[in-house]
């Protein structure tokens, strides 16, 4: 998703950053809601680690687990990180700045891709409580609500993930995967994208926007609901490579806020999951497969790493023997 993060950054009006603060959230959890995580993660494969290596006969596989937006901690991870990549034969990314290009062109070009322009708007799909919560949180980002009320609920959800405190400099867009491309192409890597931005977008829209309306409450605490203790929280988690952890307490935070009965929130959280996360890594792994050379570099969305249907345990599917590197 780092392509629609960039660009709503650019779309957003001048002013609306501010210095960055915040608390991490995990440090406030009570024994209760630490031991619930705890257990959710239990049988988490590779729950932790944003570098591993994959080896299957002569082809070894570094999977990078990135962080999209920057952060001055990056500079020393990718100094070190700068042999695997001028060694590499090819970095795969989510998506290459060039095909972001395009994808951003396209949107520009096709409104509709992002905009509701037909049909009711987000304040006659959603219910009165819900759209004032809503519309309350747009303005505080800078988004005035009827603006808010024209946007698809998936794009609406990504923009306010990104809390007010960011500041608004060409560098925020300077995240991990965007620094390990830029000395890929220094050095005169191959890089690649592991799937069409555009197709992501195309699939988030396959779902009819009423679907879309009851899956934001899921999707918003994916993301984080822009709030600095939320950046803050996801930033120290990523740093700490337990990125899967930071999940957990947003499904903890999302079924303790919703009102919907458990097993519903249960249901709707599994959707988002899959449509935002499972089903874009089953897709990467033939691409993963495919690249040129024995000597791969992946860098995606640390998220993508850890579980069942994640990056690296789907690969352990494919007989590649999975080891913890160095981040």
Not at 34 to 44: G, K, P, S
Not at 114 to 129: A, K, Q, W
Not at 146 to 170: G, H, N, T, V, Y
């Amino acid at each position: 998703m780092r392509a629609f993060l960039l660009l709503f950054l650019c779309l957003l009006p001048g002013g609306v950053f501010a210095a960055c603060g915040g608390n991490d959230l995990r440090l406030t959890l009570s024994p209760a809601e630490r031991e619930q995580i705890q257990a959710d993660l239990a049988d988490v494969p590779f729950k932790e680690g944003n570098h591993w290596i994959a080896t299957k006969g002569t082809r070894r596989v570094h999977v990078i687990g990135t962080m999209h937006l920057n952060d001055p901690r990056m500079e020393k991870i990718t100094k070190d990180l700068t042999p695997l990549i001028t060694g590499a034969d090819t970095l795969l990314l989510e998506a290459t700045s060039a095909d972001q290009a395009a994808m951003q062109k396209q949107m520009g070009k096709t409104p509709s891709l992002y905009l509701i322009t037909e049909g009711p708007s987000l304040i006659d799909r959603m219910g009165e409580e819900d759209w004032a919560l809503l519309s309350e949180r747009s303005a505080a980002r800078g988004i005035p609500p009827w603006m808010a009320a024209k946007m698809r609920p998936w794009f609406l959800s990504l923009s306010l993930s990104l809390p007010p405190c960011l500041k608004q400099k060409e560098q925020i867009k300077d995240g991990m995967d965007r620094r390990l491309e830029m000395l890929a192409h220094e050095n005169g890597v191959a890089t690649a994208s592991l799937e069409d931005p555009l197709t992501v977008i195309e699939t988030l829209n396959l779902h009819p926007l009423d679907e879309q309306v009851r899956q934001m409450r899921a999707t918003l605490s994916m993301y984080g609901n822009g709030s600095p203790d939320d950046y803050h929280t996801m930033a120290e988690s990523y740093f700490d490579e337990e990125a899967r952890y930071y999940l957990a307490l947003a499904k903890q935070r999302f079924k303790a806020d919703t009102k919907l009965p458990a097993a519903k929130a249960e249901s709707l959280w599994a959707e988002a999951m899959h449509l935002l996360i499972r089903e874009r890594n089953h897709n990467w792994v033939p691409v993963i497969e495919a690249a040129d050379g024995d000597r791969i570099v992946v860098a995606v969305g640390a998220l993508h790493l850890p579980g069942l249907d994640g990056v690296l345990n789907l690969l352990a599917k494919q007989g590649y023997h999975l080891q913890r590197a160095a981040f």
